[in-house]
């Protein structure tokens, strides 16, 4: 009986070694019938609760000049008192910084060192100059000069150059890397200075003039209209809120101003969506109502102090809205609550479904976002939410949001222009 088992027996114990061998080198190769994989990974919006204010600059805010609302009755056949009265305003701007050049391996090795390096240890440490090309505007006589926080990130030395040749060294006031807003000042005489539209006042189909420093040729104007308004998800900032035109951006073009056909600003040129890295008619630019209001609070306050919940949020599909017993997908989930923040303290839980803030339903979740980042810190905030298949009510009181543990994504659906 055993001369017949055997010949069966050992490729039964074979293919269990086998078995055993591939589940101890692949494991994670292997899939797992008891996880279950998200439609959407979870969005952190903060990671860390903010554990020191910095002093508050003692600051006034700028004076700035209001531009009258535009008439639409009848267009010019030429736009250059337009730009005769808004390009003295738009400066170039040149920022560079030092860092560590690559050196080849070869020369780490203390053979190679004895030929090359004559001078002594210090002599390997070799540096290089980075420098970028970007666009700023002058909005106030006292010197403020509004940009793009990527024109100027990381800068070691930040030079504006004026259309009427003078040149300066600009101070930093404050960065805002989630709306991608910068505030210089220089300190020059009669300055000129470009007024600000009511960018709420922005239709579509009005003229829109782009003026900048693109690819470092000078100052150019480009035209065309205001294809649309009201531009978010482009994975470009943590805010958005972006005016679109066809007006011609290019690299160079970040920071400078979209003008009207009367010379004021409409936004900020921040950057384009395209395949080949040039223009392809679809720009965009930060409204001026919000330029303002960032402007006004990094000189008065040193940052801009927006409101805080402490979650981190899901979008909720259909597929997770009828797990929760929902009938339609409205709401976000919460995924994640921040230790210490003003949901954790609250007692919102990760599982729970964020469906009503201050009474409004939250049909989209980044517009929900925008809506409590403008709630002052400190307001009792009413939610509604739904745990465990039963629906509640509870209030927490809205913190200040913290800095970004980590860089804004620059690259998702847009690039950059400089």
């Known amino acids: 009986m055993r001369r017949y088992v055997l010949p ?36 952190p919006l903060v990671s860390s609760v903010p554990t020191a204010v910095e002093p508050v600059p003692n600051r006034p805010e700028p004076e700035i000049h209001q531009a009258a609302p535009l008439s639409r009755h009848q267009g010019p056949v030429s736009y250059s008192r337009a730009v005769e009265q808004a390009a003295p305003a738009v400066v170039n701007i040149y920022s560079s910084r030092i860092v560590e050049r690559d050196q080849h391996p070869l020369m ?21 100059m980075l420098s970028s090309l970007g666009s700023g505007v002058i909005v106030s006589e006292d010197g403020y000069v509004l940009t793009n926080h990527h024109v100027i990130n990381g800068a070691d030395e930040i030079q504006v150059a004026l259309r009427d040749g003078r040149e300066t060294l600009a101070e930093v006031i404050g960065t805002d890397p989630e709306s991608d807003l910068a505030v210089l000042r220089i300190a020059l005489d009669d300055l000129p ?113 927006r409101g805080w919940l402490g979650i981190e949020a899901q979008a909720l599909s259909r597929e997770l809205a009828a797990s929760f017993g929902l009938q339609t997908p409205q709401g976000v989930i919460v995924a994640g609550v921040v230790s210490g923040g003003p949901a954790a303290q609250a007692g919102l839980e990760p599982g729970d479904v964020l469906l009503a803030v201050d009474g409004q339903p939250i049909l989209d979740a980044r517009s929900t976002m925008s809506e409590i980042a403008s709630i002052p810190p400190g307001t009792s905030l009413p939610l509604t939410i739904v745990r465990s298949g039963e629906r509640m009510e509870m209030t927490l009181e809205v913190g200040e949001r913290p800095l970004p543990a980590i860089p804004i994504n620059e690259n998702i659906s847009g690039q950059r222009d400089s």
Not at 17 to 42: C, G, K, M, R
Not at 109 to 124: I, M
Not at 217 to 245: C, K, P, W
């Open 193 to 305: 200075v470009i007024e600000l539209t009511d960018s709420a006042d922005v239709a579509v189909g009005d003229v829109a003039l782009a003026i900048g420093n693109p690819f470092g040729v000078g100052q150019t104007v480009t035209m065309g209209i205001i294809s649309a308004t009201g531009r978010n998800h482009l994975g470009l900032n943590a805010y958005e809120d972006f005016i679109q035109t066809d007006a011609a951006i290019n690299p160079g073009n970040s920071g400078g101003a979209l003008v009207n056909p009367e010379g004021a600003l409409v936004g900020i040129n921040t950057a384009i969506f395209s395949r080949s890295g040039g223009s392809q008619g679809i720009g965009f630019a930060i409204p001026a109502n919000l330029a303002h209001s960032i402007l006004d609070e990094l000189v008065t306050q040193g940052r801009v102090i």
């Open 8 to 43: 069966y027996l050992w490729p039964v114990i074979a293919g269990v070694l086998l078995a055993v061998l591939i589940l101890l080198a692949l494991p994670e190769e292997l899939p797992n019938p008891f996880s279950s994989s998200p439609t959407q990974a979870p969005a």
């Open 108 to 128: 780490s090795d203390p053979f190679f060192q004895q030929f090359f390096n004559s001078q002594g240890d210090d002599a390997t440490t070799h540096q290089r």
